[in-house]
């Protein structure tokens, strides 16, 4: 079992960028995926991002394709959501969750962080 926090959350301009991380305790966290979702007031849901423990696996949603970038280090147990081009719909918190197997739905994802609040002023 892991438990991911998650940091790196802001108020940030349209077309700035942010970088958010997903670390956890245990060495177990290198054989994990992990996915991010965000959820903003009064929409659904979205899951945004997904890597597998091998990095040889990414998913992106079409809305933050081409902007969005997910990698890991598994030397610092860390896994990064960078950020670009952001746009004020991108406002929402995000969450990480982390899997023993990889997917692209947060289905797949068993344990999930608080989140971390991402504010995007037009």
């Known amino acids: 079992q892991v438990q991911p926090v998650e940091s790196g959350g802001g108020l940030v301009q349209a077309g700035g960028s942010l970088r958010l991380s997903c670390a956890a305790s245990?060495?177990?966290?290198?054989?994990?995926?992990v996915g991010w979702l965000r959820q903003a007031p009064g929409k659904e849901r979205e899951f945004v991002a997904a890597?597998?423990?091998?990095?040889?696996?990414?998913y992106y949603a079409d809305s933050v394709k081409d902007r969005f970038t997910i990698f890991r280090d598994n030397a610092k147990n860390t896994v990064y959501l960078q950020m670009n081009s952001l746009k004020f719909e991108d406002t929402a918190v995000y969450y990480c969750?982390?899997?023993?197997?990889?997917?692209?739905?947060?289905?797949?994802?068993?344990?999930w962080g608080q989140g971390t609040q991402v504010t995007v002023s037009s």
């Open positions: 969750g982390a899997a023993p197997i990889y997917g692209t739905s947060a289905a797949n994802y068993d344990y």
């Open positions: 245990g060495r177990t966290f290198n054989s994990y995926a």
């Open positions: 890597i597998s423990f091998s990095s040889v696996r990414t």
